[in-house]
């Protein structure tokens, strides 16, 4: 069975207080999406890669791919106005049955073996998102009133997250949602359950300025 990597990274990058996307600020002296890219390349699944980014950024990642001698193959697509488009933009180079990761452009310290993991996992049973169990209490919050709920219950999700490409496929004909927040969500609502498993604390998003400071820390780690 074929095996892909959907990296995705269309997002702006308001939050960092930069100028350009997060995904293009150096992290150990290169570029974060960089690090991502190695990753899976370097992992033994051996994805074919396909890069989602904002089509104003194609040009700006094709001269720092020169500047930084990245020569990792791989296919840029063009990002959609949400993630959910994105991700079904680059579902269309998917072909055939095959095994599909999608993966946050801004979570460079993911580790091969999770990877690995993870691939090997959803090929028996059909998908596999990482996740890891929340250290701190949790309440639940509406306009009226807060509870507290169990933190042992509580999972936080992260990327990347594998399927089969047919139940990706049909889950992306949907109609979008805004509850769609990641691939699981959008999977889940075609009636598929979630497989969850072992994640990494430091397998960070890189969203505010001091992510990238602490990636530098776990980069050094690995």
Not at 172 to 180: D, L, N
Request: hydrophobic residues 40%; proline residues 5%; charged residues 25%.
């Amino acid at each position: 069975m074929k095996r892909y990597a959907i990296l995705v990274g269309g997002g702006s990058g308001s939050r960092m207080q930069q100028d350009i996307p997060k995904q293009f600020l150096l992290l150990d002296g290169k570029p974060v999406l960089m690090h991502t890219l190695e990753a899976f390349y370097q992992s033994e699944p051996r994805p074919e890669i396909v890069v989602v980014l904002n089509v104003d950024f194609h040009e700006y990642w094709e001269k720092l791919c020169k500047t930084y001698q990245c020569i990792i193959p791989h296919t840029l697509v063009k990002a959609g106005q949400e993630r959910f488009f994105s991700v079904k933009n680059g579902l269309k180079l998917v072909k055939g049955k095959a095994l599909v990761a999608i993966h946050d452009a801004v979570r460079p310290i993911i580790k091969k073996d999770k990877i690995e993991h993870a691939f090997s996992y959803a090929e028996v049973h059909g998908n596999a998102v990482l996740a890891i169990p929340s250290k701190d209490s949790v309440r639940l919050s509406d306009t009226k009133e807060n509870k507290a709920v169990a933190r042992e219950l509580v999972y936080l999700i992260q990327t990347p997250q594998i399927f089969t490409s047919n139940m990706l496929k049909k889950a992306y004909q949907q109609e979008f949602r805004t509850s769609f927040t990641d691939d699981a969500s959008v999977v889940e609502h075609v009636g598929v359950a979630i497989h969850l498993v072992e994640g990494d604390p430091k397998n960070i998003k890189i969203t505010y300025p001091e992510d990238l400071a602490l990636a530098e820390v776990f980069l050094k780690q690995i």
